[in-house]
Every structure is written in C-alpha cells, then in structure tokens.
C-alpha cells in the first residue's frame, strides 16, 4: 500500500511538472500590463524570460502627426476597454524612445529590467525573441550565422497624470457608525 501512494505521487509530480513546462512561455512582459492604464511619470518594463534565451526590447510612443512635427497621443478619453481600438488606429506613428536593448537569459528565470522618464501619452512595450542560425550558401562557401526573430509580444500602456492628492481627515464630528460609537465611549471614561 506505501509503494502504491509513493508511486502515486511521483507520478504527480512528473503530471504537474510537466503541465507547468507545457503551459510555461518562455517570455512574458510583466510590466506594463497590456492595455493597462497607469498614473505615472516613469514608466517600468520588465520582461521575465524563463528559457536560456535571446530578447530584444524596443519602447514606442505612439504619436500623431501633427504638420511637420507629430505629438503625443492624447489619453484623456482612453479606458481600459477601448484602449486597444484606440491603439490600433492609424492614424498612430510608432517612435522609438528606448533603442532596441538584447538581453540574454542564461539560468532558469531572468529579468529584464528598464525604468524610463515618461509624460502622458500612448507607449508600447515590443519584446522579440531571437534565435541564431547558421545559414549556407547555395553556391558553396563558409556558413553564415543569421539572427531571426522567432517570436513577437507587445504590451501597449496609456500613461495618464497623476491626480493631485487629497488629505484624508480621520476623525471629524461627522462621525458616524462605529467611530461615533467609540467617540461616546471615550468621552463618557474620560469625563
């Protein structure tokens, strides 16, 4: 009867084991959420990598076109339902405001890791997965080693001011419930 339960839980620990390495992707962009909104000035990309693998990492503003320059995109009316049809507007151009940066996981678990100075506006977050592969020529020769990209995420984040903070009055005379209460009290001890 031991050797049954013994057998029966490694074998679940090989089932979760397994289903954790199935189900597992190898890159994922923690921060910023996708089609998130944030209040902010800074703005922190995180991408976790889980493999021995090669990333690249490119920050957009998407902005509009406005004459000879372009602008930011304006995110006022921008929610967390409409923010992906509203990225996906053409009207949008994508400009670069952190070079693409490769990063490469060599253990188990690694973290990418960028802080950026941001003002309100439309960002996206673009993570690539690279692979190198040695390529040889048709008429002959040495081989030739090609990065491709093998994979593609993105994460797109609606950056909004941040709203002035309000002080909070913890006890007033307008007390009530539970605080009117205890306010009795304290005031019938200490009489």
Known sequence: MKQLKRVAALTMVIVMLAVNFVFAAGVSIV??????IVYTDSLLVSVKVTEPKTIRVTVYEKRVKAGDSSVAADVSGVTADNIAAYAADAKFSDVVISKAEDYTNTGEIGFYTKQLSVKPGLYKVKVETLETV?????????????????????????????????????????????????HKILKSIFR
């Not at 921060?31 to 998130?36: E, F």
């Open 31 to 36: 921060s910023p959420a996708s089609n998130s």
């Open 134 to 182: 040695i390529e040889w020529p048709p008429e002959g020769g040495d081989p030739v080693e090609t990065v491709i990209v093998t994979d593609t995420a993105s994460s797109v984040v609606a950056v909004k001011t941040k709203p002035a903070e309000q002080k909070q009055t913890t006890l007033t005379t307008n007390s009530s419930g539970a605080l009117t209460f205890i």
